[in-house]
């Protein structure tokens, strides 16, 4: 069985992850979309949190699993039995950060491959941050988040 493991803060999902996890899933026999519980980001979603709106955003992928992680992501690959690590790009300002990421992660597990799945130019400009911003001031984020996602935004920015 053909694995790869889809790692990200995912806070929150936008439809970029969900069209990059659905590309993922033609690719692979199994897709683990892991929820990284330990961050350098302050997120704004708890664990449990982000692991449901995953869920409830990935169901009508049948081959994919959300899970959550706090190790090394090689570290849980190797864990998970998977052959590969998928990371999205957006944009030629993603391409430093994730080539430098890569490369580490090919340090510590030489097995272990990093496939870039381009995202669609529709979802190139997205990014978690500026989705909880344009939420934050009472900005409309349909059609760029799963449905679930926005309320679950427009409830906590309420609170």
Known sequence: ??????????DPV??????????????????II????????????S?????????ESVKHLKNAK???FSILSVEYAEQRQAQA???????????EYEMQLAAMNKRLNSNLETLFLMTSGEYSFLSSSVIK?????????????????EEMLKKKYKA
């Not at 069985?1 to 995912?10: E, S």
């Not at 911003?133 to 996602?149: E, R, T």
């Open 133 to 149: 911003q344009v939420s934050m001031l009472g900005g409309s984020v349909k059609n760029l988040v799963p449905d679930v996602v």
């Open 1 to 10: 069985m053909k694995r790869a493991i889809y790692p990200g803060t995912f």
């Open 34 to 45: 892991a929820i990284s519980a330990v961050s350098y980001k302050n997120t704004f979603f």
């Open 85 to 95: 690590l998928i990371r999205g790009l957006r944009a030629i300002t993603d391409f």
């Open 66 to 68: 959300v899970e959550s």
């Open 14 to 31: 936008t439809n970029g992850h969900i069209h990059i996890a659905e590309r993922a899933c033609k690719l692979f026999d199994e897709v």
């Open 47 to 55: 664990v449990s949190e982000r692991v449901e709106l995953m869920q």
